[in-house]
């Protein structure tokens, strides 16, 4: 996606539980605990995958996109399917997308990725010194910081 920003992967987390899992350290009942709410998102907004499920190996595991933001209101936290996410990104400045793969069969389920979407990013992308410098907080110089950097700084709530 064009305005996708801030991306951040979880897959070594992923190959780090399922290494505890496969030696036994890690019992399957303690990571195939997903909710009834994420197998129904999953079922009705999830988007199918090629990959099995490490655990159980007999279905195929399906991506759940979770919209997070407060330009969202009501609606974040909704789960969306990938197609929609384009048109979202261009309406709100900035939210963003946490994808979560489900296996509807055994239950497994984990954070595959999170990024930013939404209209701040093809600002960035046209991105002038000028542009940076309209973008920077008060006082602030805005030299060496994107200007997402220093808004989700500022964020209140984000535990930044």
């Known amino acids: 996606m064009r305005t ?5 992967d979880y897959s070594l987390r992923r190959r780090s539980v399922l ?6 350290r890690v019992g399957t009942h303690e990571v195939c605990d997903a909710s009834p709410y994420l197998k ?3 079922k009705f ?3 199918p995958t090629e990959d099995h499920c490490p ?4 279905e195929n595991l399906t991506h759940v996109h979770y919209i997070y933001g407060d330009e969202l209101k009501q609606a974040a936290g909704q789960a969306r399917r990938k197609a929609e996410l384009p048109v979202l990104a261009m309406t709100f400045r900035e939210f963003q997308v946490y994808v979560v793969e ?8 984990h954070l595959v990725e999170q990024y930013l ?7 960035q992308s046209t991105g ?3 542009a940076v410098g309209a973008n920077a907080p008060a006082g602030s110089t805005g030299a060496g910081r994107t200007p997402t950097r220093a808004r989700t700084r500022l964020r209140p709530g984000s535990g930044e």
Do not use: F, K, M, P
């Open 45 to 47: 907004h999830g988007e």
């Open 4 to 8: 996708q920003r801030q991306v951040v």
């Open 128 to 130: 002038t010194a000028d």
């Open 102 to 109: 489900v296996c509807r069969g055994c239950g497994w389920n």
């Open 117 to 123: 979407l939404g209209r701040d990013g093809i600002e």
């Open 19 to 24: 290494r505890e899992v496969y030696s036994g």
């Open 40 to 42: 129904s998102a999953a």
């Open 55 to 58: 655990v159980c190996r007999r």
